[in-house]
């Protein structure tokens, strides 16, 4: 019997590429768009469902939000 989950998935761009990472399995994938990096990571994720010991957490809802800081890089010394 096939089950179907809801796992979090979390996209920023480094570079040319879109990284997805799934924080409840620790897996993580990547793309030249934003479809293309959440599609890899559906598929990355179903790979590694696929092992028969693999532990799947108790479903929940991961809490993301942005924080803004402040850092000013010249107060900091420098080391010669």
């Known amino acids: 019997?096939?089950?179907?989950?809801?796992?979090s998935a979390v996209i920023h761009k480094e570079e040319k590429w879109y990284?997805?990472?799934c924080p409840?399995?620790?897996?993580a994938s990547q793309g030249e768009t934003?479809?293309?990096?959440?599609?890899?990571?559906?598929?990355?994720?179903?790979?590694y469902l696929e092992d028969?010991?693999?532990q799947i957490p108790a479903t929940g809802?991961?809490?993301t939000t942005?924080?803004?800081?402040?850092h000013d890089k010249t107060s900091r010394p420098?080391?010669?």
């Open 19 to 21: 990284v997805s990472w």
């Open 61 to 63: 809802s991961i809490l």
């Open 66 to 70: 942005t924080i803004e800081v402040s």
């Open 24 to 27: 409840e399995l620790d897996v």
């Open 34 to 47: 934003i479809e293309e990096a959440i599609d890899n990571l559906k598929e990355a994720v179903e790979l």
């Open 78 to 80: 420098v080391s010669t």
């Open 52 to 54: 028969e010991n693999v």
């Open 1 to 7: 019997m096939e089950e179907t989950y809801k796992f």
